[in-house]
T-cell receptor, first 113, second 115 residues
Framework: NAGVTQTPKFQVLKTGQSMTLQCAQD?????MYWYRQDPGMGLRLIYY???????DKGEVPNGYNVSRLNKREFSLRLESAAPSQTSVYFC????????????FGSGTRLTVV | AQTVTQSQPEMSVQEAETVTLSCTYD???????LFWYKQPPSRQMILVIR??????QNATENRFSVNFQKAAKSFSLKISDSQLGDTAMYFC????????????FGTGTSLTVIP
């Protein structure tokens, strides 16, 4: 099915461990995004990539790094996980002008213990 | 900075009835877009409806419609003939026109449709 694919769907990490969340889209979208969703806070932008080869910080970038590997793939890395990074992470993609909204992945539930 | 406020954390409605979810936003932009997203228990974010700020006519998608009051910076969602499958978290979101394409989301309203 066309859309945005995120892996893994669930992950438990120990404090200090590292991991990479993977995201791929097959809609030929230029822009990709990483959001985190926390109870009572809606979704907040971590990083985005307006086009292949570019990345920019969003509202809550601390503790994260991203890589826009190619037009299809946009990964999010936690170098040293902290309990405050326990959250649900969403990847999304859109046309260059996102006036018609994003297409979201199904999310990754990450727990840091 | 843009802010989006959803003042109703939880709501419920009887099946087949009508419910309205509230959303207000604050911006100094003149060109922007407003959206409602639905998040069922599956966690998938699904676009429900969108509105361009320059259009006076309220958007409608089947049982879903909005009441867009630009001067009041209000963007409410009306769901008619509520169905059990409408049970979900609903997020209001703002996007300014121009570069960036960043969404600003409200904190969500959890809607339960009661059989």
């Amino acid at each position: 099915n066309a859309g945005v694919t995120q892996t893994p769907k669930f992950q438990v990490l120990k404090t200090g461990q590292s991991m990479t969340l993977q995201c791929a889209q097959d809609m030929n979208h230029n822009s990709m995004y990483w959001y985190r969703q926390d109870p009572g806070m809606g979704l907040r932008l971590i990083y985005y990539s307006a086009s292949e080869g570019t990345t920019d910080k969003g509202e809550v970038p601390n503790g994260y790094n991203v890589s826009r590997l190619n037009k299809r793939e946009f990964s999010l890395r936690l170098e040293s996980a902290a309990p405050s990074q326990t959250s649900v992470y969403f990847c999304a993609s859109s046309e260059s002008r996102a006036y018609y909204g994003y297409t979201f992945g199904s999310g990754t539930r990450l727990t840091v213990v | 900075a843009q802010t989006v406020t959803q003042s109703q954390p939880e709501m419920s409605v009887q099946e087949a009835e009508t419910v309205t979810l509230s959303c207000t936003y604050d911006t100094s932009e003149s060109n922007y877009y407003l959206f409602w997203y639905k998040q069922p228990p599956s966690r998938q974010m699904i676009l429900v409806i969108r509105q361009e700020a320059y259009k006076q006519q309220n958007a409608t998608e089947n049982r879903f419609s909005v009441n867009f009051q630009k001067a009041a910076k209000s963007f409410s969602l009306k769901i008619s003939d509520s169905q059990l499958g409408d049970t979900a978290m609903y997020f209001c979101a703002f996007m300014r026109g121009g570069p960036g394409n960043q969404f600003y989301f409200g904190t969500g309203t959890s809607l339960t449709v009661i059989p």
